[in-house]
């Protein structure tokens, strides 16, 4: 199956237009960029496009190798070019940490998957698809099928998706039914819906800007924005940098941090806010990392 985020940024089908809804992307003049930000840097290699893997399908930033299984649900809205797509995603990936795939160089780049059973949303059956890994090896990017995960898909609500779609401010019933055993579950609580905005700030040097984002704040303790990059060669987001910040509705993104995106390789720039609730959760006698958030994309040329 293609990547859903590829996929996202080729098709057009939802024009997001409202007179009272301010532009997700607007340039003003304002001078001002002080502001302290937790940053924490996600991809130390920006060639290295094994960063990116499972980010565009899923919004997960975490690396799920820490994990021994995952549970993601998401409500996702991909705000590119003046429109909106809306997108919800579930996913659950039950790994089989005896049996981990290594780079050449002995790196852990993932580990094969198991499918012991079915698994349901909202008493929706996921599908299995193919869970993939890529790395590069002397230049070259391989493309490895690590097994089977389990999946269901909603974009814009059409109808030839899984019927699928992400309750915000609610809670999804995860039921897990084994083979072998008896079955088990358990309620998903999901965080209200985010709706961001972006302001490049001119800083009347040439070159040089900041970026103002705005949303509506509802006080989470787990908030962040992910600011990343979009491959000028394949249009593949990378993500670079996790801000944390308090979900209060604003926050000034300083040009000491944009001016790091190296613009020879990408030419947009992609603002994730993300609010999540997120926790490990025992399942069938092992510990599994259970995320849930709601995300709004921002895509932007770089000014």
């Known amino acids: 199956m293609k990547k859903y985020f590829l996929f996202i940024l080729i098709v057009i089908s939802f024009i997001y237009s409202s007179c009272d809804k301010p532009n997700p992307t607007e340039l003003i003049n304002d001078p001002s960029e002080s502001e302290n930000l937790d940053v924490e840097i996600i991809a130390k290699d920006f060639d290295n496009e094994f960063y990116s893997n499972g980010f565009d399908t899923s919004g997960v930033t975490e690396d799920i190798r820490n994990y021994s299984s995952l549970i993601s649900v998401s409500g996702i809205k991909l705000t590119r070019n003046g429109q909106t797509d809306y997108i919800s995603s579930a996913l659950t990936m039950l790994f089989d940490k005896t049996k981990p795939f290594k780079s050449p160089k002995g790196i852990i780049l993932g580990y094969n998957t198991i499918i012991p059973g079915i698994i349901k949303f909202n008493d929706i059956a996921a599908r299995l698809t193919n869970y993939r890994v890529r790395y590069l090896e002397d230049g070259v990017l391989i493309d490895t099928v690590l097994g089977k995960k389990y999946e269901l898909f909603s974009f814009n609500g059409r109808s030839f998706n899984d019927p699928f779609t992400y309750p915000y401010n609610s809670s999804i019933a995860f039921l897990y039914n084994p083979f072998i055993g008896q079955p088990s579950g358990f309620d998903i609580v999901t965080p209200k819906e985010i709706t ?67 613009r020879d390789r990408f030419n947009k720039i992609s603002f994730t806010f993300i609010r999540k609730f997120d926790k490990l959760t025992p399942l069938q006698n092992a510990d599994i990392y259970v995320v849930s958030q709601s995300i709004h994309t921002i895509i932007i040329d770089i000014p």
């Open 196 to 262: 961001g905005v972006v302001k490049f700030v001119d800083l009347r040097n040439q070159n040089r800007f900041s970026a103002e984002l705005t949303w509506n704040g509802e006080n989470v303790n787990n908030f962040s924005i992910i600011l990343g990059g979009v491959r000028n060669s394949n249009q593949q987001v990378v993500p670079f940098f996790r801000i944390k910040t308090k979900d209060d509705g604003r926050l000034i993104i300083p040009n000491s941090i944009l001016r790091n995106i190296p």
